[in-house]
């Protein structure tokens, strides 16, 4: 029996266009309730796919201090995050909170 070979998922591997992304971000902002880290991380996931050089060009922020506040571990303002949203080109939306 051959041995089973595996790799760490990546999500940013599979994050090829803007729709892609918008709809990852929008099922990450549904599981994550109250989780602001969870979202944080899910946009580094999407500024990774982009590429994190480029997101960092276009918000003026550094590369490095980009990948520490979208870490998951960071705690990026708000500015920060609509600059991020900006620069992939994804809006963020405002509806009802539906019940369960």
Known sequence: MAALKL???NSAE???TEEDMALYLEACLREAGDDAAFIAKA?????????MSEVARDTGLGR???????????????ATILKVTRALGIQLHAGPVRAA
């Open 64 to 78: 490095e201090s980009l990948y520490k506040a979208l870490s998951g571990e960071g705690n990026p303002s708000f």
């Open 14 to 16: 599979h994050l090829k």
């Open 43 to 51: 946009l580094g996931t999407i500024a990774r796919a982009k590429g």
């Open 7 to 9: 790799r760490e998922w």
